[in-house]
């Protein structure tokens, strides 16, 4: 089955840097890859997500890019400001109707 | 207002006594899902239901039921809680495409003594 990493675990920026979380997935025919933010206490919500047949998609200071040949994917925040400190959490599907596979998650602390 | 409702938000309960998490969409969407969120292992899932009386197990599914009666319900059953399913669990929706966004309930903090 699919296998989803996400890398760092933690990550701690200055207000205003960019900040990049990567994640890699196993199953080539993954083709659906969201982003979820999920702030203390409250449940996960969708910021961003990329379809196979897009290798970039930005949403004001969010992007996504996607490397299908490597079968990898990132999350990038410019510009960072306090409220985008949470966890953030990758995932993939296929179309094949299986579930969405969720990597660990990375904690982003914006000081 | 579309959303995904679970009930109780927070539970303190006894090893033993069966207990169920109700969740409920309001959004016709034929895919429900269990997770449960635990200190560095992220969101893993229960179990999950592609649509009416059709359920299967995620990657934890041992010491958890569930049912799928009708669309809009997907409760969890936990028949004789024990301290390790202590957790936060979360419901989620979606419609029948995969390659759709999942929303999520507010998710229910369950504490098994």
């Known amino acids: 089955g699919e296998n989803v990493e996400q890398h760092p675990s933690t990550l701690s920026v200055q207000e205003g840097d960019s900040a990049v979380i990567k994640c890699t997935y196993s199953d080539s025919a993954s083709n659906y890859f969201p982003w979820y933010k999920q702030e203390l206490g409250k449940r996960p919500q969708l910021i961003i997500d990329i379809r196979s047949n897009v290798g970039e998609k930005k949403d004001q200071r969010i992007a996504v890019t996607l490397n299908k040949t490597a079968k990898h994917f990132s999350l990038h925040i410019t510009e960072t400001q306090p409220e985008d400190s949470a966890v953030y959490f990758c995932a993939s599907c296929n179309s094949g109707n299986t579930p969405l596979v969720f990597g660990k998650g990375t904690r982003l602390s914006v000081i | 207002e579309a959303q995904v409702t679970q009930n109780p938000r927070y539970l303190i309960t006894v090893t033993g006594k069966k207990l169920t998490v109700t969740c409920s969409q309001n959004?016709?969407?034929?895919?429900m899902s269990w997770y449960r969120q635990d200190p560095g292992l992220g969101l893993r899932q229960i179990y999950y239901?592609?649509?009416?009386?059709?359920?299967d197990k995620g990657d934890v599914p041992e010491g958890y039921k569930v049912s799928r009666k009708e669309k809009r319900n997907f409760p969890l059953i936990l028949e004789s809680p024990s301290p390790n399913q202590t957790s936060l669990y979360f419901c989620?929706?979606?419609?029948?495409?995969?390659?759709?966004?999942?929303?999520f309930g507010d998710g229910t903090r369950l504490s098994i003594l």
């Open positions: 959004m016709n969407h034929e895919y």
């Open positions: 239901s592609m649509n009416v009386e059709v359920t």
């Open positions: 989620a929706s979606r419609t029948a495409s995969s390659n759709q966004p999942q929303h």
